[in-house]
């Protein structure tokens, strides 16, 4: 039974065994990514209903894909990224009680444009722990809807909202190939407000902030 505990250290010793050191920095790198994310709408305000509201569904699991385009520092343990992304369908749904009865809803998407600051641990494996902060633009689209429950009738109101977009990102990267390095992180970002709608009859929906807590995967690519 000695041979377990030999064959688990040799598997340690493998999988840290540094195969393409940190040699080579100040390059620059771009690379894709993938976004899953759990999310919500914080601070949902509604106005001109005329009984009670349930807000249905404000937290709901979202995807996206986005691209990025970096240059790690050589003189201090720094890497500066753009990030272009976009995010798909977050479903808003709430109700006036009435009378009449209404409901709405709300799919909402979002683009951003991020710029992350990535403070990282270099060392001698291939593997390199990292945190940061983000920044940027968000532009939250909703295609709303209001249904009258008794009469079935529907209108909609498409709008969208530029905000400022900000967070925080901790991470590690891993170097598997001379010119390739794979990273998964988790992020929290904030993408500001959402506008579910402004409808004839004077009743409107709006979230204050749209909050995403993100698993990031990316693959880049360096020059």
Known sequence: MKILPALALAVVLIATKPVYAQDSLGEAY???????????????????????????????????????????????PLRTEVEASYRFRFDLDARDNGPPAVTYESNVDSINV????????????????????????????????RINVPTQTSTTDDTDTDNLAYGGIAGVDWRFAESWSAELAYRYIDLGKVDGGSFA????????????????????YRF
């Open 30 to 76: 771009v690379g894709v990514r993938a976004i899953g994310s759990v999310a919500s709408l914080d601070d949902v305000d509604t106005s001109g209903f005329t009984g009670s509201r349930d807000i249905e569904n404000d937290s709901d699991e979202t995807a996206g894909i986005g691209v990025i385009a970096g240059f790690r520092w050589a003189d201090i």
């Open 201 to 220: 009859a004077g009743d409107s929906i709006e979230a204050d902030h749209y909050v995403s807590h993100d698993l990031l995967l990316s693959f880049s």
């Open 114 to 145: 991020l710029f992350n600051a990535i403070l990282e641990w270099r060392n001698d494996s291939d593997f390199t722990p990292f945190i940061g902060g983000t920044i940027g633009w968000a532009r939250n689209m909703a295609e709303n809807t």
